[in-house]
């Protein structure tokens, strides 16, 4: 299946204004992740009320750069990277995935339709960002050059940036 690149900005711009918005979403999905996948609740040190600011803030930046992706790898792979430092491990990322496919289904489903061509549009999504994450944490080093090269740090991060989550121009050298 071919991503649709179109249905993915529809939806996504659908979660900012139906059923309470960005916030109702990004709380949902941490409420629902932290009762259905206990385990990664100790992952996070940020409370839902300013954690959801960072979920709805990348999804915002990978559906904005999905035709870029020039722009959008080295985005995943700083993401992948910066994951390391919280304990990220490759199974979280099914939990997450299933999660956000699920919370989403909910989120759009009470105002609006969430189809099966939705579903397999942000799964298909989803799947290739987690790809592009795993293989990013699993081999660092890898990506050392083009991180430095977009502005990022070798562990991900920005240097003196505290919102590495939100995509930022990058700056020529």
């Known amino acids: 299946m071919s991503l649709n690149v179109g249905?993915?900005?529809?939806?996504?711009?659908?979660?900012?204004?139906?059923?309470?918005?960005?916030t109702a979403l990004g709380m949902s999905f941490y409420k629902r992740l932290f009762e259905k996948y206990p385990a990664?609740?100790?992952?996070?040190h940020t409370p839902p009320e300013e954690q959801h600011k960072k979920l709805i803030a990348s999804l915002g930046a990978i559906v904005g750069g999905v035709e870029q992706p020039e722009r959008l790898l080295p985005y995943l792979h700083a993401m992948g990277i910066r994951h390391l430092k919280y304990k990220t491990e490759t199974a979280h990322y099914g939990a997450v995935a299933e999660n956000l496919l699920a919370v989403l289904a909910e989120h759009l489903g009470k105002e609006?339709?969430?189809?099966?061509?939705?579903?397999?549009t942000w799964s298909a999504?989803?799947?290739?960002?987690?790809?592009?994450?795993?293989?990013?944490?699993?081999n660092p080093l890898a990506y050392k050059d083009?991180?430095?090269?977009?502005?990022?740090?070798p562990d991900g991060f920005r240097k003196n940036d505290s919102q590495p989550w939100v995509e930022k121009p990058v700056v020529a050298k």
């Open 7 to 22: 249905l993915l900005r529809e939806t996504f711009a659908r979660v900012k204004t139906e059923n309470g918005g960005a």
């Open 112 to 120: 609006g339709e969430w189809t099966s061509e939705m579903q397999e």
């Open 125 to 138: 999504a989803i799947a290739v960002v987690a790809k592009t994450m795993i293989e990013a944490a699993d």
């Open 146 to 153: 083009e991180l430095t090269q977009m502005g990022y740090e």
């Open 40 to 44: 990664v609740i100790p992952l996070f």
